[in-house]
């Protein structure tokens, strides 16, 4: 079985600080991971996406995330936040293979950029 | 160009009614998934399709949900016998080209919130 975690359901940091939310996985074999974004009323907003390759991974709106194998993490990083990356923020795992199709999520971390 | 779309945007139904939840996935895009999501939660997988057939059905919860897509295109999500416990927003999404290539997007529509009372 497949499964994510996010451990803060509530990251809050100041204007122009770095961030980082923080995810660790579990999946049989090689792991595809992705970051969503959600803002309120709206649908998952594709930020990021982990294949393969060079671990650090840049995607959307300045952020990053980084792929660390031995401690099956893929942490979201920005260097510099802004308000408006304010939202809920999401991770998932898809196995490789035949069950590439089913992505787990975790439950999503609150993140609050304060001016 | 266009991105998923679901509809209705809103249902609200009462116990042990049936709904049909719609979903129309960008133009091309070969694979189309169901999640659900509850409040304070994650998207739960329910199922996806490859073209016209369900490639993975395992998160359906029980026999009150099915799920087809006749045309390979538009997908309808069946619930029979609503229970107040169904409520959450039904979310779909679609890519390209899907498994085992798997390394494509998913792409989320906005959602469907099924109230159940």
């Known amino acids: 079985a497949q499964s994510v975690a996010q451990p803060e359901d509530q990251v809050n940091v100041a204007e122009g600080n770095p961030l980082t939310v923080k995810c660790t996985y579990s999946?049989?074999?090689?792991?595809?991971l992705f970051w969503y974004v959600q803002y309120p009323n709206r649908g998952l907003q594709f930020l990021l996406k982990?294949?393969?390759?060079?671990?650090l991974v840049k995607g959307s709106y300045g952020f990053e995330a980084e792929f660390n194998k031995s401690q099956t993490s893929f942490h979201l990083k920005k260097p510099s936040a802004l308000v408006s990356d304010s939202a809920l923020y999401f991770c998932?795992?898809?196995?490789?293979?035949?069950?590439?199709?089913?992505?787990?999520f975790g439950d999503g971390t609150t993140l609050t950029v304060k001016p | 160009g266009a991105g998923v779309s679901q509809t209705p945007s809103n249902k609200v139904t009462e116990k042990g009614k049936y709904v049909e939840l719609r979903c129309d996935p960008i133009?091309?895009?070969?694979?189309l998934y169901w999640y659900r999501q509850s409040l304070g939660q994650g998207p739960e997988f329910l199922i996806y399709?490859?073209?016209?057939?369900?490639?993975?059905d395992s998160g359906l919860p029980n026999d009150r949900f099915f799920a087809v897509r006749p045309e390979g295109s538009v997908s309808t999500l069946k619930i029979q016998r609503t229970e107040r416990g169904d409520s959450a927003v039904y979310l779909c999404?679609?890519?390209?080209?899907?498994?085992?290539?798997?390394?494509?997007?998913?792409?989320f529509g906005p959602g469907t919130r099924l109230t159940v009372l």
């Open positions: 133009s091309g895009h070969t694979a």
């Open positions: 999946v049989s074999g090689n792991p595809y």
């Open positions: 999404a679609s890519s390209f080209r899907g498994p085992p290539q798997g390394t494509d997007t998913q792409y």
């Open positions: 399709f490859q073209g016209t057939g369900a490639a993975d």
């Open positions: 998932a795992v898809r196995a490789q293979g035949t069950n590439a199709g089913k992505s787990t």
């Open positions: 982990y294949i393969t390759g060079d671990n």
